[in-house]
């Protein structure tokens, strides 16, 4: 097994569905009170260069309550690549602590801490990925259905949350269509990825411009923002060139069995309106939820190795 969290890909279908049934009996433990403490004195070290709330607090809690302890740097204070090397950052981290969890803007630099570092490294969302957010949505929908009979739609801007969207779908063979506007399609280097291994996994994947046409017949609807952390600066041209793409209850009425997903934070009003996401068929308090319980399976895979599933 992988000695990091950096991407779903890096992990195979049967790795992804052990966390998860890992993930789903931490969650029903939670629900009657129980608190195993599997990770009893260990300590994961949390480095955000930008804003969190789900991500910090599913991360720090989880370590609470698996009897362990989460330490906060912040760049301010650590400065990787300003004030020491990552290099010299990840070889001191791992004389100390367990495993580390990094929010970094470039992919590279969680690629060159996991290589530095003898510590697994967890990614907590770089600019191409969000590998911990899609196992807690694979949580989300197989608590549906079965995810390898699904289909899960994509809207809106071909960002780290659809990456990782698409990689997952590709591993474990779940039907993943995304609507995009042709100059937001995800990264060349993903697609590759996705394809190579869609071939293995029997995984079907397309592509459109169409957001109408993607939707019909989906099991799972999901959008993230159309402006990321590191792009606020984009948000005007990017409101007018994802106006089409929002979803909302005219959108829905092509899919009137589908649920309606997104990561978090919202811009209501812009890739989703609020009574789509606080109506009936909204699941995004629940893979919010699950970000706690998905993480913690993975927080156990890392630490303590396959017999933690
Ligand atoms: N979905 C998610 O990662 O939320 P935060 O940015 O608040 O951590
Ligand atoms: N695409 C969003 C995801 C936030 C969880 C961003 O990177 O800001």
Redesign the pocket.
Known sequence: MPKDFLSVADWTAEEIFSMLGRAQSLRRLHAQGERPQTLQGRTLAMYFE?P?L??HVTFEAGMAQLGGHAVLLRPEKVGIGTRESPRDVARNLSRWVDVLMARTFSHSLVEQLAEEATIPIING?T?LL?PC?AMADLQTMAAEQDPRRATLVYIG?G???ANSLLLLSSVIGMNFRLATPESHRPSTRVRRQAETLAKASGASLSWTKDPVEAVRGADFIYT??W?????EEEAEWRRELFAGYQVNASLLLQAPDAFVMH???AHRGEEITSDVLDGPRSLVYEQAENRLHAQKAILERLILGPSAD
């Open positions: 930008k969190s789900r991500t969302l600019d969000h957010q801007d960002n780290n949350m993230d923002t402006t990321s952390m590191g792009q990561c978090l934070p």
